[in-house]
Nanobody, 127 residues
């Protein structure tokens, strides 16, 4: 079983950038497809970005496409999310998630497909 510890987020002004880090412990990190989700107040959790176990493939949610980058470092057991040109609607709690996945080239985008979740990190974008 993997444990996910998140860092990053915080308060940023509109137009700024901010990153998140999710560090995993337990298991072989490259065997986990990773994802980032977010949940804004009063809204359902939505997919932000996903990356395959080998890091070769990525996918992004429509709301953030072109304004964020997901990456991973399997040697450091970490996945990263960098967001750019932030707008107030990006204010949310951001979660990282892991899915045990033997197919190392597969990107997972559905919330229900993930097995493990981080506790969440708040990002607030001021207008």
């Amino acid at each position: 079983q993997v444990q996910l510890v998140q860092s990053g987020g915080g308060l940023v002004q509109t137009g700024g950038s901010r990153g998140f880090v999710c560090e995993a412990s337990g298991g072989t990190f490259s065997r986990y497809a990773m994802g980032w989700f977010r949940q804004a107040p009063g809204k359902e959790r939505e997919f932000v970005a996903g990356i395959s176990g080998n890091g070769a493939n990525t996918d992004y949610g429509d709301a953030v496409r072109g304004r964020c980058t997901i990456s991973r470092d399997n040697a450091k057991n970490a996945v990263y999310l960098q967001m750019y040109v932030l707008q107030p609607e990006a204010t949310a709690v951001y979660f990282c998630a892991a899915r045990t996945e033997s197919r190392q080239c597969v990107v997972i985008t559905e919330e229900r497909s993930f097995h493990f979740w981080g506790r969440g990190t708040q990002l607030s974008v001021s207008s």
